[in-house]
């Protein structure tokens, strides 16, 4: 290959803008050959560097008590169950890949299973978090099927439950769907795996499939808007459950017999990216020779061989004297593995194709936290002043009965029962809320008598003209899941969607996001120990701009210390007592409610007061963990009617509730005020509950009580649970499947 060919040259630059070309030949004193200058392409590519996000990404809370491994410093973070087990956590998004090419979602399972592989970790829960355009448009219906076939092909294949997630429509991902994904994996604390290379694990080792030389600057691709006709796009991944299942089974072996010193997975940035990463973090050196490395084809040229992001492929730090064992198990389970390379003490990456030396850098220059750069840009808030919507503000519609009816039909509210019957739920039967619903999935942690709650939470229509408060909000709501469920919030994991970084607009959006989601996890004292930054979720087409609202996401993780302490969302008994914990007001800001029936979508998020908010979760943790209600379920997304059709459906069951004289109707019912919980008590638990509630402080009130099939509102009839099952299970298949 010629490494001064102007063609490699050109691709580069289109990768980089002017002050970075400056930077890199003022910091190497020399101008990089081609090839070099596509090493820095890659490596500085937003998706790699994180230069747009970094300084802000910093200013989290990411140490705690509990905190094993804090964010940023290896594939994933790791945060302590017990003396034994640690909980691995990671976030990803594959985003630009599925705007192309629906299909590659099973590519990002696979790229979420590894880094918690790479840990010496089993995966034992996925969290899917899709965001899809407007479902009454016929390509994104085909879209969405693809992306959840793509998924469920992938993690039912390799055998990981997926335990819950999120799926919202919005017009602003016509063009630019969010695939993020989150993964929770259980390692043993005495078999970790770092990505650091060290002084005794010389030998470098690619292990897996062959090289594919597909996805070749996919880092870049991920880092640029996505434009019309002739736009660049790398060849796409493939992916190969079966392989990562077998991958994995090897790994474990390996580490079970302490021979990897250090791993990482072959992602973005291919070959490349892995090896310098793993030697910054060890401050050391590497020597890469292409012709070692197992080719699927042999013309792939030397720029294929480092950036391609084969699928099912680690890299790997071992010593000399332990590589003829690893060889030995790579065979039991026939697996490539070759040695591709040397762990050195010159803090350069070297790369080698025969006797030819390709690219010869400083480590440090290229890594994120190293020589990569680092951007704060400008920022300028919208303008738009917010507007609280009251109840009273807008037109009483004639018949709220119409409106419940319709509402849980809504794609955003239905239930999400035909998706996830795509997906196993039940893979390695750990899966504890796979009967009756809580508000978090809940994973038993096998040979323990503790659990994992795990939930995702993002509603961006509240962050829309307000991205802080948005944030907060979804952080919020994650902890009301977890501690409904019967855990303790251990740790957040986010994903941050966003345009152009360039767009000081867009900037502000993301900046005021972040110091949101810092607000509350530190008042909360709870760690970010993971996450994914994704800008440019934007599309050119012409000179037409579209571009996504603001969309964080926040995955949480907790922690049950016993089985027992499960608690679910359903009704138990008629004649239980429906009490409301929390307050209600007039507010319908940002409701679907408000979108739906009004057609307004530029309201303000709804009122949030985070200290009222910290207090109201240690008393709904108090009432779950005494056991003084049968259930909890948090209102969101729909309202309080939604939330009570869900507590009443998986039993059967109906209710008689009494709205309040001082709120609206349709307020009380359907607007979306945060900070409130609907339990259920049963008449013995009931003296015990009211006695610990009027010493709470808080606000609470007597809603009703469950019934057997009816659902009455103020003594009048909204029909019977069986029409509302029918209306609410089966809208997305019918709007999905046809």
């Known amino acids: 290959m010629d490494t001064n060919d102007a063609r490699l040259k050109e691709r580069a630059r289109s990768y980089l803008t002017q002050d970075e070309l400056y930077s890199i030949e003022s910091m190497l004193g020399r101008e990089p050959n081609a090839f070099e200058l596509n090493m820095f392409a890659a490596m500085w590519s937003e998706h790699i560097s994180y230069k747009s996000s970094l300084k802000w990404l910093e200013e989290m809370p990411v140490d705690g008590k509990e905190v094993h491994v804090p964010a940023g410093q290896e594939n994933a973070g790791v945060i302590r169950i017990n003396d034994e087990l640690g909980c691995v956590v990671k976030m990803e998004s594959h985003n630009h890949p599925i705007a192309v090419d629906p299909r590659q979602g099973a590519v990002g399972v696979g790229n979420l299973n590894r880094d918690l592989i790479t840990m010496g970790a089993e995966p034992v829960g996925q969290l899917n978090i899709l965001r899809f355009g407007n479902p009454g448009k016929k390509h994104i219906r085909d879209m969405v099927n693809a992306v959840i076939g793509a ?97 994995m089974e090897c790994i474990h072996e390996m580490n079970r017999q302490d021979l990897i010193g250090s791993m990482q997975d072959i992602g973005a940035g291919g070959v490349l990216c892995a090896a310098a990463e793993m030697a910054f973090r060890g401050g050391k050196g590497i020597e890469i020779e292409l012709d070692m490395i197992p080719l699927v084809r042999e013309d792939i040229d030397s720029l294929g061989i480092l950036l391609s992001q084969t699928q099912e492929q680690m890299l790997m730090g071992v010593e000399e004297e332990d590589f003829e064992k690893i060889l030995e198990i790579a065979g039991h389970w026939e697996m490539e593995c070759t040695r591709i390379g040397t762990v050195t003490d010159k803090e350069r990456i070297r790369i080698l194709k ?30 738009k002043l917010p507007r609280v919507c009251s109840a009273e503000e807008v037109p009483m519609p004639g018949n709220l009965k119409d409106i419940a009816r319709k509402i849980v039909s809504r794609p955003n509210v239905a239930s999400r029962r035909w998706i996830y019957e795509q997906f196993d ?18 994973v038993k942690i096998n040979g323990y008598d503790q659990a994992l709650a795990m ?15 948005g944030a907060m909000i979804a952080v919020a709501q994650a902890a009301r899941n977890i501690i409904c469920s019967g855990g303790r919030p251990l740790a957040v994991a986010d994903c941050l969607n966003y345009g152009d970084p360039s767009d000081p607009y867009v900037y502000n959006d993301f900046a005021e996001s972040v110091k949101g989601i810092s607000e509350v996890c530190r008042k909360m004292e709870i760690p970010v120990i993971a996450g994914n930054v994704s800008f440019h979720n934007l599309t050119y087409n012409g000179e037409d701009i579209t571009s996504i609202i603001p969309t964080p996401v926040i995955g949480m993780v907790g922690l049950l210390d016993s089985l027992d302490d499960v608690m679910t969302v359903n009704f138990r008994n008629k004649g239980d007592m429906i009490f409301l914990i929390g307050r209600s007001d007039n507010d319908i800001s940002a409701s679907e409610y408000l979108s739906f029936v009004h057609m307004s979508n530029e309201s303000a998020g709804p009122k949030f007061d985070l200290e009222y908010e910290l207090k109201l979760q240690q008393v709904v943790a108090s009432v779950v963990s005494n056991r003084l209600v049968s259930s909890a379920h948090d209102v969101s997304l729909g309202g309080l009617f939604v939330t009570l059709v869900e507590c009443a459906l998986p039993g059967g069951l109906g209710f008689d509730v009494t709205s309040p004289a001082e709120i609206r109707s349709d307020a009380f019912l359907f607007g979306e005020a945060q900070s409130r919980v609907v339990v259920s008590v049963t008449p013995d638990q009931e003296t015990k509950f009211l006695d610990f509630m009027m010493d709470s402080g808080i606000h609470f009130s007597a809603l009703g009580h469950v ?18 099952a029918r209306d609410f299970e089966n809208a997305l298949q019918h709007l999905l499947g046809d």
């Open 455 to 469: 939930c995702v939470d993002g509603n961006s229509r509240y962050g829309r003209l307000e991205p802080r408060k």
């Open 707 to 724: 019934t057997k099939e009816e659902l009455r509102i103020d003594d009048v009839s909204f029909g019977f649970i069986a029409d509302y």
């Open 354 to 383: 025969g006797k030819e030396v390709q690219g010869d850098l400083p480590v440090q220059l290229l890594v994120r936290g190293g020589g990569a750069p680092v951007y704060i840009r400008d920022m300028k808030n919208r303008g």
């Open 425 to 442: 739920t039940m893979a390695g039967l750990s899966n504890l809320s796979s009967q009756y619903p809580s508000d978090a999935g809940i």
């Open 151 to 247: 998924l469920g092909s992938y993690s039912n294949n390799f055998g990981v439950p997926v335990v819950g997630g999120e799926i919202l429509f919005d017009d602003s991902y016509n063009f630019n769907p969010l695939v993020n994904l989150m993964g929770v994996g259980i390692v043993r604390m005495d078999k970790m795996i770092r990505a650091s290379l060290s002084n005794r694990h010389k030998a470098l080792v690619l292990l897996g499939k062959k090289t594919s030389g597909r996805g070749i600057h996919g880092a870049g691709f991920a880092s640029k808007a996505i434009r019309g006709k002739g736009h660049m796009v790398p060849e796409s991944q493939v992916a190969d459950p079966a392989g990562g299942k077998i991958l």
